[in-house]
């Protein structure tokens, strides 16, 4: 069973930056996939970037290209998400998830296991 904890969700003006990180705890696969959605009031949730494992490989949206930076702490069973150039539409909350898998996938989905989320908002 494997559980997910967010954190490093935050207020900032728009321009500033946030990283939030999720610990996991648990078993794992020997490859897996992790990702960062969010959700924003009256919104979809969305994916906003995913890390394979055992590729390296990873994904961004287009919207978060070149700001957002997914990585891992394999030692300390972290993923982090360092978010610059906030922007007011960055507003949601934020979650972790994780599954098994052996090539990149970061469709809502494909992941079995969720955090509880961590709120960001930015502010124009």
């Known amino acids: 069973h494997v559980q997910l904890v967010e954190s490093g969700g935050g207020s900032v003006q728009a321009g500033g930056s946030l990283r939030l990180s999720c610990v996991a705890s648990?078993?794992?696969?020997?490859?897996?996939?992790m990702a960062w959605f969010r959700q924003a009031p009256g919104k979809k949730r969305e994916g906003v970037a995913a890390l394979y494992t055992g590729a390296g490989s990873t994904y961004y949206r287009d919207s978060v290209k070149g700001r957002f930076t997914i990585s891992q702490d394999t030692a300390k069973n972290t993923l982090y998400l360092q978010m610059n150039s906030l922007k007011p539409e960055d507003t949601a909350m934020y979650y972790c998830a994780a599954d098994r898998c052996t090539d990149l996938f970061y469709g809502e989905a494909d992941f079995g296991y969720w955090g509880q989320g961590t709120q960001v908002t930015v502010s124009s």
């Open positions: 648990g078993y794992f696969y020997s490859t897996y996939c």
